[in-house]
């Protein structure tokens, strides 16, 4: 079993950074061999996705929503993937989900129910 927890969600202006992070553990846990990725629900909303890593870190791939403000990246030896956020905007605003799933393979999964694990979530607004 895997444990997700995020951080790092907040309360920001438009154009504001915030990072959030996703610590992952388990028994017996090696997260070297996970892809991760991140993905956001708005109020009234489909989960939509927001950015996916391959294990290796060298694969990414973000919606085209987020592409050139948000930067997925991780750090194996701290069993943590990040999300930098820049330039936000109102519309980013959402609860914020990271998820994980074994891969023998350095792909990159952009669709939810490919995912095993999931995090309890984490807010952001962004205030107009």
């Known amino acids: 079993q895997v444990q997700l927890v995020e951080s790092g969600g907040g309360l920001v202006q438009t154009g504001g950074s915030l990072r959030l992070s996703c610590a992952a553990s388990?028994?017996?846990?090696?997260?070297?061999?996970?892809?991760m990725g991140w993905f956001r629900q708005a109020p009234g909303k489909e989960r939509e996705f927001v950015a996916a890593m391959g294990w290796s870190g060298i694969y990414t791939n973000y919606a085209d929503s987020v592409k050139g403000r948000f930067t997925i990246s991780r750090l194996n030896a701290k069993n943590t993937v990040y999300l930098q956020m820049n330039t936000l905007k109102p519309e980013d605003t959402a609860v914020y989900y990271c998820?994980?799933?074994?891969?023998?393979?350095?792909?990159?999964?952009?669709?939810?129910?490919?995912?095993?694990?999931w995090g309890q979530g984490t807010q952001v607004t962004v205030s107009s």
């Open positions: 998820a994980a799933r074994p891969s023998t393979t350095d792909a990159i999964y952009k669709v939810e129910d490919r995912y095993q694990y």
């Open positions: 388990g028994r017996t846990f090696t997260f070297s061999p996970y892809a």
